[in-house]
């Protein structure tokens, strides 16, 4: 068989998905990104009031 059905559970989900550093990482990325688009919109609107 192939090297992905071998990383596979029988519900066809890959088993470092499921795990919680894995979880961790992805949610405090998005939270990242998050606050940097917060920041950005809020200094391009300060800029914008400036010109």
């Known amino acids: 068989m192939n ?3 071998d990383n596979a559970n ?3 989900h890959i088993w470092g998905l499921r795990t ?3 979880r961790s990482y992805v949610l405090t990325t998005l939270l990242v990104i ?3 688009n917060f920041v950005d919109r809020g200094l391009l609107f300060i800029s ?3 010109i």
């Open 3 to 5: 090297e992905a059905h």
């Open 10 to 12: 029988s519900d066809g």
């Open 34 to 36: 998050y606050i940097l």
């Open 20 to 22: 919680k550093p894995y």
């Open 48 to 50: 914008s009031s400036v």
